[in-house]
């Protein structure tokens, strides 16, 4: 769940007008991003927060750059899932430094690394990261016949991607694999031709996420995050040297999400930023959410009053 | 009688590009491009229990003999999990497969054809128009070099000859056509092969079939055969 900065940001301008035009009529804005679980979450935080606590609320669509700035100013006032390690920066700027944003003490655990589907794992012996080192077994994964197998790391703009080619040169296994950057549709559609013809495939994946519901994905197994070896710099800090530079033979560090909002919120009103911070929703949650939004295509603020619905004793718990 | 089929490794020899796919390649926009390999396609011998090459002489034989092509490429609802939704297109040219998406994770999947340096590009496109029984115009140097293409210089009328077959999808990316199309064609045991084009080929009957399901606007997306064409490292 790496989110581009840059296709944030172009959403966010195109809204930015919007934002600035609507807020108005409510007592606060929650921003919605543009991924599944973040537009079901923000719309479940709105009707929770009018339905126990009476107050209107506007959920508007807008990229991370601009809800924080708007969290910044007070304009906005809720972000769903401020995900890190991939907006530490911005929590570094807005939460530590500027002390405009808090987040809730609730996390939700999330997953970053390389995957394959059961019948890979078992058929093809690609079970652990070393196993895409060996040129025998990553020959099964190649798809344009020159004998070396290709594998999607990612959306060319993802800040992870840049991660997960660092780790590749750490491991090695840049050089028995071609590394493959596309948009995220073309790689699941990739997942889902692969899975439907029992054909082996290996490609990122992070989780909570739907694809983990429509398919028996594996995660590679490898050795655990350890923070003397994570030495990652990027092509913002370094533009010619960052690959030689950096070094992350090890698993993403831990990853998680939290729900962000304005300090002038939990100023003005002290109950929402309670109520947020009581929010406890589980991975396995925002997987459904997920697959209900992206596979079953429901809409998200049905989904959420449907949700709200069936969850009166987490909504009481919320409140308290 | 069932015949699996798999497409294993080769390097094919080269970057020969035909008129025809040059012409797609020149004016296809910047999806991705360029392509030096392609994989071959096996299908599974029920007799000898073996994986077979078919190649171009093999499928000859085959369809002569059966009037098809094998059961494999034959249009046939498969089950196909995907958050993409019904109407989508998924081409997937390492396996000569592509999949219209239905209700229910299942999928009509059809056998077809592309061209012998694989697809030449992958990404995300969409259906931008259509047409039945389309005209083909041959490309500048097809003409200069073919005198069967010569002739038709200013346009061949669409007709069971036509190199486009029954039906036409002109994939466009955003407002702007891409030059690829997905077509039909006039040989139909070609299905299943790599064959000079640079465009997606199906039987006749097969894009009367998708022609018919599809809406203009379609989602078209076009799978890693020819992965090189992706930036790597």
């Known amino acids: 769940m790496v989110r581009t900065i840059a296709l944030k940001l172009s959403a966010a301008a195109l809204l930015l007008p919007l934002f600035y035009g609507a807020s108005l009529a409510s007592d606060l804005v929650v921003g919605m991003p543009n991924w599944p679980s973040g537009q079901a979450s923000a719309n479940i935080i709105k009707y929770g927060i009018e339905k126990k606590l009476g107050l209107k609320v506007e959920v ?45 003490p609730k996390q939700v655990a999330a997953t970053q690394g390389i995957c394959t589907t059961r019948e890979t794992a078992d058929k093809y012996g690609i079970k652990d990261i070393a196993d895409l080192s060996d040129p025998k077994k990553t020959a099964v994964l190649d798809t344009d016949g020159d004998g070396k197998g290709e594998m999607w790391i990612g959306a060319t703009t993802w800040s992870s991607t840049t991660i997960e080619r660092i780790r590749a040169e750490s491991y090695g296994y840049a050089k028995t694999v071609k590394l493959l950057e596309a948009p995220e549709d073309v790689a699941m559609a990739a997942v889902d031709a692969a899975a439907a013809t029992n054909t082996p495939i290996a490609f990122y994946c992070y989780s909570p996420h739907h694809v983990f519901d429509l398919h028996e994905i594996v995660p590679l197994t490898e050795p655990a995050y350890d923070a003397a070896k994570w030495k990652v710099v990027l092509p913002s800090d370094d533009p010619t040297n960052w690959l030689s530079k950096s070094s992350a033979p090890v698993a993403w560090p831990p990853s998680y999400f939290n729900i962000g909002f304005s300090s002038k919120l ?20 925002i997987t459904e959410m997920s697959y209900a939004l992206q596979v079953e295509r429901q809409d998200p603020a049905k989904y959420a009053q449907q949700w709200i619905a069936e969850h009166e004793d987490r909504l009481n718990a919320w409140s308290k | ?39 071959e396609t096996q299908i599974f011998d029920p007799k000898t229990h073996k994986w077979v090459k078919y190649d171009r002489k093999k499928a000859r034989s085959y369809y002569a003999a059966h009037k098809q092509v094998p059961e494999a490429f034959r249009m046939q609802v498969v089950p196909f999990k995907t958050a993409e939704k019904p109407g989508t297109i998924i081409i997937d040219g390492n396996q000569h497969f592509l999949y219209l998406v239905q209700p229910g994770f299942t999928a009509i999947r059809y056998g077809i054809g592309v061209g012998r340096e694989g697809f030449g590009w992958a990404g995300i496109v969409r259906v931008g128009r259509t047409a039945e029984w389309p005209t083909w115009t041959p490309p500048a140097e097809m003409v200069a070099r073919d005198p069967n293409a010569a002739k038709w210089a200013s346009g061949q009328p669409g007709g069971p000859d036509n190199p486009l077959g029954a039906r036409a999808l002109y994939l466009y990316q955003g407002d702007q056509d891409t030059i690829y199309r997905i077509h039909g064609t006039p040989e139909p045991w070609t299905i299943g092969l790599d064959v000079s084009s640079g465009c997606i080929r199906m039987n006749n009957d097969d894009i009367t079939d998708l022609h018919s399901r599809i809406n203009v606007g379609a989602k078209v997306i076009v799978l890693m055969q020819g992965a090189s064409l992706y930036k790597g490292v």
Not at chain 2, 6 to 11: A, E, S, V, Y
């Open chain 2, 1 to 39: 009688m069932a015949f699996p089929l798999r497409t294993p490794l080769r390097k094919t020899s080269g970057r020969t590009i035909s008129a025809a796919t040059a012409t797609c390649l020149a004016l296809g926009v910047a999806v991705w491009a360029t392509l030096a390999y392609a994989a």
């Open chain 1, 60 to 104: 508007q669509e807008m990229g991370t750059l601009i809800i924080f700035a708007g969290l910044d100013t007070g304009e906005v006032d809720v972000h769903p899932e401020v995900w890190r390690p991939n907006f530490d920066s911005l929590v570094t700027k807005y939460v530590d430094e500027k002390k405009t944003v808090r987040l809730s």
């Open chain 1, 266 to 285: 939990a100023e003005r009103l002290p109950k929402v930023a309670s109520f947020l911070s009581n929010i406890d929703f589980t991975p396995k949650e």
